[in-house]
């Protein structure tokens, strides 16, 4: 809201208002924002041995803050200290009139890619770094089929902004094995699509669910818990969700 709005973001709107009124209606989005899993069902484990859902809290929290910053109003679809079903995610965007819905997660791999190893203070856990980078994931057969379209534009340009911000994507859940052979509906900028991803066809806005890194990569793992990269894919976000918006003005 606008009485919210820091300094820097009110000088951004004086100068979206010198380039074109269509573009000030862009930070009025109502972004849906899920930070995957929960503590019960914590998701993959990371090569160090932390649980996905500390990563994807931790990305969700530096994204809502960057979101915030640029006008746009935020609704965590879940707390840290709740177990909301997919389903219910999603009725609380729709109950929130949420114009996107925006799923974050962190990446892992097939079981046969891992391997075993000691982590340096000296436990035992499982690693791979064969694959690196981020996903997008879009489902083509959400509630309403109207936002399928909407949904692949957002993620084109997440794809485009994550490119920009030096990120690549990892293509690996494109590989014919069994539990991924993804259709990799954008290679360049790492779009897959799964029909089945209940949390993005139960949305009734669009939606696209972002793997941000793959954590059990170690390498990988280390740059994904730095406060500073972090903060550069939230910027990417903010970024693609102005192009994002612009594109949808008629
Ligand atoms: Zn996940």
């Given at each position: 809201m606008l009485q919210n709005r820091r300094p820097t973001s009110v000088v951004l709107m004086l100068v979206w208002g010198l380039t074109g009124s269509v573009q000030a209606a862009c930070p009025?989005?109502?972004?849906?924002?899920?930070?995957?899993?929960?503590?019960?069902?914590?998701?993959?484990?990371?090569?160090?041995?932390?649980?996905?859902?500390e990563f994807n809290v931790a990305l969700a929290e530096v994204v809502a803050a960057q979101l915030r910053t640029q006008g746009y109003t935020v609704l965590p679809v879940n707390r840290r200290d709740e177990q909301p079903t997919l389903t219910e995610r999603t009725r609380r965007a729709a109950a929130f009139k949420a114009d996107l819905f925006l799923s974050l997660h962190h990446d892992s791999v097939q079981p046969r890619y891992l391997l075993p190893w000691l982590t340096p203070d000296g436990h035992a856990e499982h690693y791979s770094d064969r694959f690196a980078g981020y996903s997008l994931f879009i489902s083509t057969v959400p509630a309403r089929a109207e936002t399928a379209a909407a949904s692949r534009a957002l993620a084109m340009q997440l794809g485009s902004a994550l490119r920009a911000a030096g990120l690549t994507p990892t293509l690996h859940h494109a590989e014919p094995i069994p539990g991924e052979g993804r259709k990799l509906l954008d290679a360049e900028r790492g779009i897959y699509r799964f029909d089945?991803?209940?949390?993005?066809?139960?949305?009734?806005?669009p939606a696209v669910l972002l793997e941000a890194g793959v954590i059990v990569n170690r390498a990988e793992e280390a740059r994904l818990r730095q406060p500073a990269y972090r903060q550069r894919i939230a910027t990417a976000i903010s970024t693609a969700l102005r192009a994002y918006c612009a594109g949808m003005q008629p």
């Open positions: 009025a989005l109502r972004i849906a924002l899920d930070a995957g899993h929960s503590q019960s069902r914590p998701g993959a484990r990371s090569a160090s041995g932390l649980p996905e859902v089945e991803l209940v949390v993005l066809r139960s949305a009734t806005m």
